[in-house]
């Protein structure tokens, strides 16, 4: 198990309104997560899921969007 203060840059991509992506790799496997950002501060992870092509699929970004959405509805 690995652990990191802090994540560089190359493994976090912007997908879009407010929603990032986090890459890693696992046992040859690729893996990733939606988070976002909470007031500047605090990261929240959302739904994740073994990318097994390049195009991040639609569905699991709609997804992490609707999360998104119950997070800040129930806040």
């Known amino acids: 198990m690995e652990v990191e ?7 976090i991509k912007f997908i879009r309104d407010g929603l990032y992506e986090l ?5 040859g496997n690729i893996y990733r997560v939606f988070f976002i950002f909470d007031d500047g501060q605090i990261v929240v992870l959302f739904n994740g899921f073994q990318k097994k092509t390049q195009k991040t ?3 699991e970004i ?3 969007l ?8 129930d806040k």
């Open 5 to 11: 203060d802090r994540m560089p840059v190359k493994f």
């Open 23 to 27: 890459r890693m790799e696992y046992n």
């Open 57 to 59: 699929p639609s569905g």
């Open 62 to 64: 709609e997804k992490a």
């Open 66 to 73: 609707e999360i998104k959405e119950a997070y800040y509805a």
